[in-house]
């Protein structure tokens, strides 16, 4: 907690935020950065200040820590520093400019260190919109044994255990990591592609091939009885 | 030398959807005979090229002939059975849900490639663990681990230390031994040769005859099985 922080220079102010985002190993939440620059008993001060109501106080701060982070962003592109801060995972964390990126992704050690396969791409999909769902549950869906992949996924900390399903056997359950979130650039797992979207897409898609297909063999057939006609 | 280029399959399913994409057929009503037997000559294929198809290949392939069979029943009978599903119903909703999952790989496929220049922080931690791994100082370890290591540690303090006393028993010295002896005495018991020693020496005067037997410089006799054997010496026990 950082004594009297809104008195501090603006600039100060965002060195501060920089600072705790540039230290925290993972994405820092929002409530929680405020909650470490801003104490308890100056948030009380301000709340005796200002409007009483409790929520819309703390939501005026993050706000207001939310523009500093925002003015960061601009300093560390006007600087052209090959880095920025995002927001992912739920939370805010350093990142590299995606042009810089690529300079780090030419790098023998980083070659092929997360690249994905399709069966793994699939496997991945299937936990991300099931979880928590099981190998079998798994494999019921996409016909094959997926034992490999599953363990490749938890080798390279994709997917997690977070318990057993109480069905016979009781198979462990297996969920999505930050780490996911963070591959995939996705802020929660509610920024995953829509699937009903899909869902729809992929079932119009099948009626308009069976459609065609109808319209096709009528012809066909009007041809095949025409000919006979004629014939 | 001929090349032949099999598209990847992630299985039967996938398998299925391939046929029904390139054949233009309808999901909805899959010409089950003619699918059986594309599906069929793919297994073959992969056996004519020594190549074994799994497990879920042949569980589909024996699905796909089950429903071939159940559509050949006549029409009537179906019906008559209550409301009874086509068949096929519980086939095509396993490919449509497959298909669904195939489409959302791709779209979360999409989000990682634009995702892929980002990097964070921390990105070499495992390279750094590869090091310190390769210098042996500082290897990856576990609780488990460090409890057998707490284990064995707390169980070795606890034994007690042995010692182990070495008896350097040599041949020659039991042959010196036998030889002073017979050398006063013309025809000795094994037993009195052994009188007043210890398990080991016995076994040592034991070998030491039997080296004295094959030197031909004693023979042993014994009356029957298990008897006293009687040692008596040579002409050659001096030499």
Same mark, same amino acid.
């Given at each position: 907690?950082?004594?009297?922080?809104?008195?501090?220079?603006?600039?100060?102010?965002?060195?501060?935020?920089?600072?705790?985002?540039?230290?925290?190993?993972?994405?820092?939440?929002?409530?929680?950065?405020?909650?470490?620059?801003?104490?308890?008993?100056?948030?009380?001060?301000?709340? *005796? #200040?200002?409007? &009483?109501?409790?929520?819309?106080?703390?939501?005026?701060?993050?706000?207001?820590?939310?523009?500093?982070?925002?003015?960061?962003?601009?300093?560390?592109?006007?600087?052209?520093?090959?880095? #920025?801060?995002?927001?992912?995972?739920?939370?805010?964390?350093?990142?590299?400019? &995606?042009?810089?990126?690529?300079?780090?992704?030419?790098l023998p050690s980083f070659r092929n260190k997360k690249r994905l396969t399709k069966a793994m791409l699939e496997t991945l999909a299937i936990i991300a919109y099931r979880q928590p769902i099981t190998k079998p549950e798994i494999e019921e869906i996409r016909g094959t044994n997926s034992s490999e992949i599953v363990n490749s996924l938890l080798d390279?900390?994709?997917?997690?255990?977070?318990?057993?399903?109480?069905?016979?056997?009781?198979?462990?359950?297996?969920?999505?990591?930050?780490?996911?979130?963070?591959?995939?650039?996705?802020?929660?797992?509610?920024? =995953?592609? *829509?699937?009903?979207?899909?869902?729809?897409?992929?079932?119009?898609?099948?009626?308009?091939?069976?459609?065609?297909?109808?319209?096709?063999?009528?012809?066909?057939?009007?041809?095949?009885?025409?000919?006979?006609?004629?014939? | 030398?001929?090349?032949?280029?099999?598209?990847?399959?992630?299985? &039967?399913?996938?398998?299925?959807?391939?046929?029904?994409?390139?054949?233009? =057929?309808?999901?909805?009503?899959?010409?089950?005979?003619?699918?059986?037997?594309?599906?069929?000559?793919?297994?073959?294929?992969?056996?004519?090229?020594?190549?074994? &198809?799994?497990?879920?290949?042949?569980?589909?392939?024996?699905?796909?002939?089950?429903?071939?069979?159940?559509?050949?029943?006549?029409?009537?009978?179906?019906?008559?059975?209550?409301?009874?599903?086509?068949?096929?119903?519980?086939?095509?909703?396993?490919?449509?849900?497959?298909?669904?999952?195939?489409?959302?790989?791709?779209?979360?496929?999409?989000?990682?490639?634009?995702?892929?220049?980002?990097?964070?922080?921390?990105?070499?931690?495992?390279?750094?663990?590869?090091?310190?791994?390769?210098?042996?100082? =500082?290897?990856?370890?576990?609780?488990?681990?460090?409890?057998?290591?707490?284990?064995?540690?707390?169980?070795?303090?606890?034994?007690?230390?042995?010692?182990?006393?070495?008896?350097?028993?040599?041949?020659?010295?039991?042959?010196?031994?036998?030889?002073?002896?017979?050398?006063?005495?013309?025809?000795?018991?094994?037993?009195?040769?052994?009188?007043?020693?210890?398990?080991?020496?016995?076994?040592?005067?034991?070998?030491?005859?039997?080296?004295?037997?094959?030197?031909?410089?004693?023979?042993?006799?014994?009356?029957?099985?298990?008897?006293?054997?009687?040692?008596?010496?040579?002409? *050659?026990?001096?030499?």
């Amino acid at each position: 907690m950082i004594n009297k922080f809104f008195e501090l220079d603006k600039e100060i102010q965002r060195r501060i935020v920089e600072v705790i985002i540039f230290a925290s190993e993972e994405p820092i939440p929002l409530n929680k950065l405020t909650e470490l620059i801003v104490s308890n008993s100056e948030l009380s001060r301000l709340e *005796n #200040t200002s409007t &009483p109501n409790h929520q819309s106080e703390s939501e005026h701060l993050e706000q207001y820590i939310l523009n500093l982070i925002d003015e960061i962003q601009k300093e560390l592109e006007q600087t052209q520093r090959p880095y #920025t801060i995002i927001e992912v995972a739920g939370g805010f964390t350093f990142a590299t400019r &995606p042009d810089y990126g690529k300079i780090l992704s030419l790098l023998p050690s980083f070659r092929n260190k997360k690249r994905l396969t399709k069966a793994m791409l699939e496997t991945l999909a299937i936990i991300a919109y099931r979880q928590p769902i099981t190998k079998p549950e798994i494999e019921e869906i996409r016909g094959t044994n997926s034992s490999e992949i599953v363990n490749s996924l938890l080798d390279k900390n994709l997917i997690r255990i977070i318990g057993r399903k109480d069905t016979p056997g009781r198979p462990f359950l297996f969920a999505t990591t930050n780490e996911f979130l963070k591959l995939f650039g996705l802020n929660s797992l509610d920024e =995953l592609p *829509n699937l009903n979207e899909i869902k729809s897409f992929v079932n119009e898609k099948n009626r308009a091939d069976e459609i065609t297909l109808k319209i096709e063999f009528e012809q066909e057939n009007k041809i095949d009885s025409e000919q006979d006609a004629t014939e | 030398m001929f090349k032949i280029i099999l598209p990847v399959f992630e299985g &039967p399913l996938d398998l299925l959807l391939y046929f029904i994409k390139r054949d233009e =057929l309808n999901i909805y009503d899959i010409p089950i005979a003619r699918i059986t037997d594309e599906f069929l000559n793919y297994i073959r294929l992969m056996q004519s090229l020594d190549i074994e &198809p799994a497990s879920e290949f042949l569980v589909m392939a024996a699905t796909l002939m089950e429903i071939k069979a159940k559509m050949l029943l006549p029409k009537e009978k179906i019906q008559k059975a209550d409301n009874e599903q086509d068949p096929r119903q519980q086939l095509v909703d396993r490919l449509i849900e497959y298909q669904i999952f195939k489409e959302v790989s791709n779209a979360i496929e999409k989000k990682y490639n634009e995702n892929q220049n980002f990097f964070f922080r921390g990105i070499f931690e495992n390279d750094i663990q590869e090091i310190a791994s390769k210098l042996k100082t =500082l290897k990856p370890t576990n609780v488990l681990e460090l409890a057998k290591a707490y284990y064995f540690l707390i169980h070795k303090t606890e034994d007690e230390v042995k010692e182990i006393k070495i008896n350097k028993l040599k041949i020659e010295d039991g042959i010196d031994y036998i030889v002073s002896i017979m050398k006063t005495e013309k025809q000795v018991s094994f037993s009195k040769i052994c009188s007043g020693y210890s398990l080991p020496y016995k076994i040592l005067f034991f070998v030491a005859m039997l080296e004295l037997i094959k030197q031909k410089k004693i023979y042993a006799y014994q009356s029957e099985f298990q008897s006293e054997i009687i040692l008596f010496s040579t002409s *050659n026990l001096s030499n």
